[in-house]
């Protein structure tokens, strides 16, 4: 009999299907015109992942179907004071992350992953979306909703899938600040375990990424 793929299993093949299927559509157009339609077929495939994995989200149910929590989700204004809150706290967890990287580690403060896409949106304003949008939706589904939920569920336990998801979480960023981005990846499972409602860390999240993007649009309150 075969196996109907689960929740989790769609949403990160929907995840990767997104990041990698821009890349070999790129070397269809002509040279001159690559990176133009790199950041453009980046954006549509964001845009078309986010939207997939909402309606599988609200369409599918969950299998192994059990919650983070045994518990109903926050109601909205917790969710909305929560999301604010923890967008605060990601940035406070950004500075001191920093801090030890740079003075333990010799890691530079500046990560060369948000230097690279503040030019970016720069020349391609439109890639703002998917810093601020796309992103924090289909990152929280993949690494919090789905790898983190499911782990729970397995002998790794809640504190071993915090642990696992926020790793893979700072894996995936390339850009060698791995103790920043696993303790924010720790700090958004938490929000999405204290609320039992994954808009909580995306709201947190996307803000959080909204703030890192304020240079590209007021340079002038950071130099």
Do not use: C
């Not at 269809?28 to 549509?44: G, R, W, Y």
């Not at 499972?189 to 609320?195: R, V």
């Not at 409602?197 to 002038?220: C, D, K, R």
Request: proline letters at 6%; hydrophobic letters at 55%.
């Amino acid at each position: 009999m075969k196996r109907k793929m689960t929740t989790s299993t769609r949403i990160i093949f929907v995840y990767l299907a997104a990041q990698l299927l821009p890349v070999p559509l790129t070397f269809l157009f002509p040279a001159e015109k690559q990176i133009a339609m790199s950041l453009t077929l980046a954006i549509i495939f964001a845009f078309l992942g986010t939207i997939t994995m909402i309606v599988i989200n609200y369409k599918e149910k969950w299998t192994p179907e059990a919650p983070i929590i045994k518990a109903s989700s926050a109601p909205i204004p917790k969710v909305l004071l929560w999301g604010v809150l923890g967008f605060i706290a990601a940035i406070l967890i950004q500075i001191v992350a920093s801090l030890i990287e740079q003075y333990l580690f010799g890691v530079p403060t500046e990560s060369a992953n948000t230097e690279n896409l503040r030019e970016m949106t720069k020349a391609y304003p439109l890639l703002i979306f998917m810093i601020t949008v796309f992103a924090p939706v289909m990152e929280e589904f993949v690494f919090r909703k789905a790898i983190f939920t499911q782990l729970n569920m397995s002998r790794v336990g809640l504190y071993g899938s915090a642990v696992i998801s926020a790793l893979l979480f700072a894996f995936i960023h390339f850009d060698g600040h791995y103790l920043l981005y696993g303790s924010l990846g720790l700090w958004f499972s938490y929000l999405y375990y204290k609320t039992n409602n994954i808009f909580t860390p995306m709201l947190a999240h996307g803000l959080m990424n909204a703030f890192a993007s304020l240079p590209i649009y007021f340079p002038e309150l950071f130099q």
